[in-house]
């Protein structure tokens, strides 16, 4: 295990309909930076409002440094409804004697818990080397909708694709039984990233994971016809179900505001159809 070198650890929990958080730790450069109330219009009518707690995670540093080693642990008690993101990018810089950065997080759903989690993207400078691990841990009717947007560098200093390795492993257990797995790794100096079946032109990778016993094939036509506009656009868009309660949203193009446009109106969508919820306006 690497040296932790920050970390952040929150517990929610809901009472009354009103979620609150009632732990938290930090280890700089890492904290939780803000909290924030929202009254979730529903699209039900006659319906109250759903309350949310959202959380702003700041990183302090310039970003994560070789050897770096962050450990973020977020757990929700039943029926919370929290809303989780971080104030910029997550800035990876170059590795040192092969000794790159790496972040564990943990995410704990009890039953009815519902948490979006949308960080900005990952910026993977020239010569980074990153590891990914995410463990996901979900209960009888609770809600996952988890973000991510890959960029390969600073693409405004020639930096595309100029990073060394991205690994990056992802894990959903649905009551203590694996139902998701994912391992990806890119090496672009030994990867034929725009072979037929690869990258192509495209540089930049955004995903939405949804999971949910509540998912099904409506929900997945619902997301179909709600991407659709993009067809013809600068971004490539698709949407499948998982083998069990999970449905992922993929895109690609050459910008990450591009992507997460895209993202972002998968994500409403997800709120419309499965939780019945408008759009969340969400200030940074």
Not at 146 to 173: D, K
Request: glycine share 8%.
């Amino acid at each position: 295990m690497p040296k932790l070198t920050g970390g952040v650890a929150a517990r929610f929990t809901a009472q009354n309909g009103r979620t609150q958080l009632v732990e938290r730790s930090h280890a700089a450069p890492l904290k939780i930076a803000k909290t924030f109330r929202y009254a979730n219009e529903t699209i039900a009518p006659d319906t109250p409002p759903v309350d949310q707690v959202g959380v702003y995670i700041m990183d302090c540093s310039p970003g994560l440094m070789a050897g770096d080693h962050y450990e973020l642990r977020v757990e929700l008690g039943d029926a919370a409804h929290v809303y989780v993101t971080n104030q910029s990018y997550t800035k990876v810089h170059p590795a040192r004697d092969g000794v790159g950065a790496s972040q564990h997080q943990t995410l704990r759903l009890a039953p009815g818990a519902v948490l979006e989690y949308m960080p900005e993207p990952l910026m993977l400078y020239k010569d980074a080397v990153y590891t990914s691990d995410l463990d996901v841990y979900l209960a009888a009717g609770s809600v996952l909708l988890y973000g991510e947007v890959i960029c390969p560098g600073r693409t405004q200093r020639g930096e595309v694709f100029h990073y060394t390795r991205l690994a990056s492993r992802m894990r959903v257990r649905y009551q203590e039984k694996l139902i998701y797995y994912q391992h990806q790794q890119i090496e672009p100096a030994v990867s034929a990233l725009n072979a037929p079946g690869g990258w192509d032109s495209e540089t930049h990778l955004g995903n939405l994971y949804v999971f949910s016993d509540r998912l099904g094939q409506r929900h997945l036509d619902a997301m179909t016809a709600c991407l659709e506009p993009l067809t013809g656009s600068s971004v490539r868009a698709g949407a499948s179900l998982t083998y069990e309660h999970g449905l992922v949203v993929t895109v690609m193009g050459r910008h990450a505001w591009e992507l997460q446009r895209a993202l972002n109106m998968a994500w409403q969508q997800m709120r419309r159809c499965l939780l019945g919820l408008a759009p969340l306006v969400a200030a940074k």
